[in-house]
C-alpha cells in the first residue's frame, strides 16, 4: 500500500430539513490508492450518505470532497468527468432493464470514452469472463439471478476502467447463497490493487478484505483502525456494542 | 329515412357513394385526415417530450438544486410550460383552432395550420403522459447512469427515456387515437378532411343517414388498425426484454 492520496474528504455535511437531521456531522477521511476501506455501522449512521457524497450522487451541505488533487465539490468543477474515474456499485443493482447484458457494458465506454463497439465489446467480454459470465452476453438483466445481476454491475463499473470503486452494501439484497459469488468477484479486485470502498454489513469480508475499517455512527467517525484491531479490541463504547451485536 | 328494401339500400349506396365518383371525396379526406393526425402526432411528441423533461426535471431536482442561473432558468422554463399545459388543457381544441387560423396564421395553407393547432394541443397531453412514464423509472436507474458519468441530458435519452416510452405506449397509442378523432372539426376552418368530406357529399345528395355511417365506419376502421399496429408493437417490445 502506497501513501498516494487518492481521495480527501474534508469536515463533510450533509443535512436536511435545515439542519434539524445530521446525516453527515463533519466527516475527515483520506482514501489512498489501492486500499480497501470498509465503512461499518448500524444503519442510519450516514455511512450510505458518505459514500454517495464521493461521486457527488449527494450533494454535500458542507465540507469538500478532492479526488485526484482536484476539488470536486467545486460547482466549477466538471463532476461527469470525474464520474467516470469512479466506478460504482448499488445495493439494488440497477442495470439497464432495456438493453442486453452485453449493451449495458458497453454504452459508456462507448458513448463517453469514444470506444469503437469491437474495443467495447472485447473489453466487456474479457472481464464477463472473469466474472464467469461470458455466456450471458446476450440476456437481459430480468433473466439473471441477484447475484449474476450484481456480478454484471461491479463489470459494468470496471469497463470504464476507473480508478476507484465504491460499493453501496453490494450484498444486502441478495439470497444469502448468492452473497459468497458477489464477494469473491470483490475479493478477486482487491487483489488486482484495486482502490475501493465499501460500505457494507459483511464482518467477514471486512475483516479478511479490508485493509482499513471505518466505524460510522450518527453522521461521525466514531473509530477507525486495522481489520484486526477494530474487531479484536475496539477502542470505543459505540464500536463495542455494535460489534457486540453484529458478531 | 331507413331503406325499407335492398333496391332501395343498393340505390342509395350507388346515389351517394358511386355516382360522379363521390367516394373520391371519402377517399382524399381519408388522406388529409391521416396527414394531419401524422404530422400533428409528431409535433406534439416533439413538444411533448421537452416540456416532460422540463416538468420532470424541475419536480425532481429543483427542490435539492444548488442556488444559481441554472435553478433560475429552470423555475422560469418550468413557470412556462406550466401555462403552456393549463391553457392548452383548459380550452376547447376547436377554438383553439379557430384562434390558430384566424388570428395567428390568417394568410397561410389552412392544412399546415390544423396540423399546427392539433400538435400544439397534443403535445400538452403527450407531455403530461411522458412525464408520467418518467416518474414512474425507478431513480436508481438515474443514479448509474450518472454514475457511469453520463451527464443529466445523456442519462434522459440513453436510459430514462426509453424506458419511459415503452411504459406509456399504451398511452400514447391512445392519445394518437384520441387525436385522429378529434382532427374531425378541422372541417370547420376550411380544411377538407374525412368528415368535410362526407358533408360535401351530402350537400348534393341530402341523404345523412349513409354518409354519417359511411364516415363513421371509416373512423373506426381505422381506429381498429392502429389499435392492431400498437398492440404488435408492444408485443414486440415486451419480448425484447423478458
Redesign the interface.
Known sequence: MTTDVIIEVKNLQKHFRGGTIRALDGVDAQIHRGEVVVVIGPSGSGKSTFLRCL?L?E?PTGGTVTFEGHDITD?KANI??H??K???V?Q?F?????MTILKNLT??PM??LGKSQKEAEDIAMSLLERVGLHDRASA?P??LSGGQKQRIAIV??LC?NPEVMLFDEPTSALDPEMVGEVLDVMKQLANDGMTMVVVTHEMGFAREVGDRVIFMAEGKIVEENLPNVIFSSPQEERTQSFLAKVL | MFPTSWAEFHRRLILNFIEKDRWHYLVQGVLSTLRITFFACLLGIAIGVVVAIIRASHDKNAA?M?R?MPRIFLKIVNGICKVYLTVIRGTPVVVQLFIMVLVIFSSQDKTFTAILAFGINSGAYVAEIIRSGIMSI?K??F??G??????YI?TMR??IL??AF?NVLPALANEFIVLLKETSVAGYVGVEDLTRGGQKILGTTFDPLFVYIAIAGIYLTLVMFFTWLVGKLERRLQS???
Open positions: 461521486n450522487l450533494h460547482p461527469n468527468l464520474r467516470q469512479m466506478g460504482m448499488f439494488h440497477n442495470l439497464f432493464p432495456h454504452l459508456a458513448k463517453l437481459y430480468s433473466q459494468r463499473a470504464m | 435539492t444548488r444559481g425507478d436508481g436507474q443514479e448509474a450518472r454514475s457511469l458519468g453520463f451527464n445523456q440513453y436510459i426509453p424506458q415503452k425484447s426484454d423478458h
